[in-house]
């Protein structure tokens, strides 16, 4: 009997989905719920499951090209669960032991970049024998850097006596492998609809608000000196670290209640001012960067704050995020400063009307009381959009933000 593979309702708004890598070929044996293909949204990646066990008979569309939600793009051709397939056959002399383990799937053959498949050409080497690194295991060419590097070192004859001092150094017993001087190579490599959609909505948000930034510096001294008072007994409360980016979202939210424009969105000639809090935090994940939202964050504690920014940082790198924790959000919060950043302008994500960009923290000399000191500075950045906010309250808010980092018994006491 066939069953249809189709293209599963994968979140609002979204009606199509680009196919991702098949972890099956046809021809394979499935077992019901075994991931068959990865699918591409606009938002994340998903993992669809075989719906029945069987032999995968055709498949309908390829790496790269489009379904529509609904439509079929595989066949399965099910299998009475009592059937034993033939890859878990049969050994030489007789039945098979009872209770022996199924054969393991064979893993997907990974997807060559053109660099690396003229690497493995001009070197005889099969793909099979390098490790992939690349997203959706694409065999970059660094990969092969790598494989023909490691090769000529386990090469090279252990425990060679040293060369006199007088002499030059033996050769290697294979040199790394450089393309000639004038070789100019070119990668072509088609942009996921995640990178699209995000290049979409960026270029909207600039065609489409009035952006403004603003910008301070936060003294992050009293902020620092509480996590090394406190850490330890934090950590051994919470199982977690308290990091720097729980006090910027109970800060943030302090000050969106003094700005509520901030935390608002235009629809048509109107605006929704919201009396919630939906705080997204950007994350680097593995296809990009990503905004998974901490819902209604202002009922949350530092811990569970920490626990869950922890939490998507780490599913963001393995691309488990769902969309359900991607979508929607307030208010935005980017912190470039983990990557060294010193001084950026972000951009609003839409409809958000506001997103507060961080940076690097360094010390620099700063005038206090009269005298020069060294302090631990950040810049942080307000992008608005004009439409909603005057550029008292969006400096207000900042500066509310500065004043409540610096002083974070503010927070205790609503001030």
């Known amino acids: 009997m066939s069953v249809e593979i189709t293209v599963p309702d994968v979140g609002e708004s979204i009606t199509e989905v680009e196919i991702g890598d098949w972890l099956k070929s046809a021809g394979d044996h499935v077992r019901q719920d075994e ?4 699918l591409e949204t606009e938002k994340a990646s998903l993992e ?15 790496k790269g090209e489009m379904a529509k939600v609904g439509e079929v793009i595989a066949y399965l051709e099910a299998v009475p669960a009592s059937v034993t397939p033939p890859a878990a056959s049969a050994r030489p002399a007789g039945k098979p032991a009872v209770g022996a383990a199924p054969a393991a799937a064979p893993e997907a053959p990974p997807h060559l970049m053109p660099a690396a498949r003229r690497l493995l050409t001009e070197h005889g ?11 959706g295991r694409r065999l970059l060419k660094e990969d092969v850097l790598r494989h023909l590097e490691d090769r000529a070192r386990q090469a090279e004859p252990a425990g060679a006596p040293e060369a006199a001092p007088a002499q030059e150094p033996a050769p290697r017993a294979e040199a790394l492998p450089l393309g000639p001087a004038s070789t100019r ?6 942009m996921s609809m995640l990178r699209r959609r995000i290049a979409e909505r960026l270029v909207r948000a600039t065609q489409t608000a009035a952006l403004l930034t603003t910008f301070n510096e936060i003294d992050m001294s009293a902020v620092i000196g509480l996590r090394r008072t406190h850490q330890e007994a934090f950590q051994q409360r919470h199982s977690v670290k308290v990091g720097f980016m729980s006090f910027f979202v109970k800060t943030a939210i302090e000050a969106l209640k003094r700005v509520p424009g901030l935390n608002a969105e235009i629809r048509g000639t109107d605006i929704v001012y919201r009396n919630y809090y939906d705080i997204g935090v950007a994350v680097g994940g593995g296809r990009g960067l990503v905004v998974p939202v901490l819902r209604t964050a202002e009922r949350l504690s530092f811990a569970e704050i920490e626990t869950a920014i922890a939490d998507f940082a780490h599913r963001a790198q393995a691309n488990r995020l769902t969309l359900e924790e991607l979508h929607g959000g307030t208010f935005t919060i980017s912190n470039g400063g983990v990557y060294g950043s010193l001084l950026s302008t972000p951009i609003v994500n839409p409809p958000q009307s506001g997103v507060l960009g961080l940076h690097v923290i360094q010390d620099r000399p700063v005038a206090r009381d009269g005298q020069v000191v060294i302090r631990p500075m950040m810049y942080v950045a307000l992008t608005y959009d004009h439409r909603i906010v005057d550029g008292r309250e969006a400096v207000s808010f900042l500066k509310h933000v500065k004043d409540c980092m610096e002083d974070p018994t503010r927070l205790l006491l609503e001030i």
């Open 35 to 38: 991931l068959v293909v990865m």
């Open 185 to 190: 190579e070119e990668e072509v490599v088609p």
């Open 125 to 135: 080497i099969e793909a099979e024998e390098v490790t992939p690194t690349g997203p």
């Open 48 to 62: 669809l499951p075989a719906p029945a066990a069987g032999v995968l008979a055709r498949i309908l569309k390829k």
